[in-house]
Every structure is written in structure tokens, then in C-alpha cells.
């Protein structure tokens, strides 16, 4: 498989083919930041400035399309530093990315804050892991197995 290589025992590793769209402004591949982040980096490709207005959502281009290999996903999930100092996120999080889609990788954004928020050409706006998916076959019962917790949500267990 694509994402498996013998011999890799200390972590996993995924081959993904990667395609810029456009050379200006210039792409920029998603990049891990640090030795043990689980994600990727991806930044903004844009050819202007884009504001996102209090409230509002925006589709930032990437600039980039990818093959996911079979049996894969791409997530993409928001940047907690953005989340956290200016109430930015992801309109759907996590995206996915399936592994027949060959299109621009694009990041909606939401801006939960009380101000507009520009983003910039390069700036790191979402995070984006590779992972394995399973796919369901459905065993219909009439009744499921019980547990402890039942049919218990939404706060039954505690804070």
C-alpha cells in the first residue's frame, strides 16, 4: 500500500502525490512545524489579501491538489492558535478529503470573533493529518448488546 513502508516501525508514514495549480503567488506544500506534530500546516494561497468579516465564512484557496491514496483521508482541522487568539475556525471540522476528489484542496473559515480578520498570502490557516478509514458493512439486529452506560448522553456520565 501507498502509506505503509517496510521496515517504518517508529511511526507511520504515507506517500501522497501532491500538485501545485498555479506558480503566483507560489505554493506552498503542507509542512510539519515541529519533530512530533501530528498535523500539517497548510497556508493560505492568495493573490490579494482576503477579510473575513465578524461572522462571516470565506473559501481560502490552498493552491494544491492531492491524490489520498484508497483507504486514506486527509483532515482538515483548524489551528488552535488562530482559534484561540482570534475566534477563527473551520466551518466544517473536520473537512475531508476523500480519496477520489482531484480538485483544490480549499479551507472554509468561519470567523466566530467580533472583529474582521484578514488573511494574508502564506499564512498557516488550517492543519491537515493523513489517516486510514474503515469501511462499514451494517449487521442489523433487532436489539443491541447492552453496556453500563446504555443509552445515557449528552453529560450522563459527568462534567
Same mark, same amino acid.
Given at each position: ?36 506534530? $501530528? ?7 492568495? $493573490? ?112
Amino acid at each position: 500500500m501507498p502509506c505503509e513502508e517496510e521496515g517504518v516501525t517508529d511511526q507511520n508514514r504515507c506517500r501522497v502525490q501532491i500538485q501545485r495549480l498555479r506558480s503566483e503567488p507560489p505554493v506552498e506544500v503542507p509542512a510539519y512545524e515541529s519533530a512530533g506534530a $501530528a498535523g500539517m500546516d497548510v497556508r493560505a494561497c492568495l $493573490a490579494e489579501p482576503l477579510t473575513i468579516a465578524a461572522g462571516g465564512t470565506a473559501l481560502v484557496p490552498t493552491g494544491f491538489a492531492i491524490a489520498v491514496p484508497h483507504g486514506y483521508e486527509a483532515q482538515i482541522r483548524p489551528r488552535s492558535g488562530l482559534a484561540l487568539k482570534h475566534a477563527l475556525s473551520l466551518a466544517n471540522t473536520p473537512g475531508t478529503i476523500d480519496s477520489d476528489y482531484r480538485g483544490e484542496v480549499g479551507i472554509i473559515m468561519i470567523n466566530h470573533g467580533s472583529e474582521p480578520f484578514t488573511i494574508e498570502n502564506g499564512m498557516r490557516i488550517a492543519q491537515m493529518v493523513v489517516a486510514p478509514v474503515s469501511r462499514v458493512e451494517w449487521d442489523e439486529v433487532p436489539e443491541l448488546p447492552g453496556t453500563d452506560r446504555g443509552a445515557g448522553g449528552f453529560g450522563s456520565t459527568g462534567h
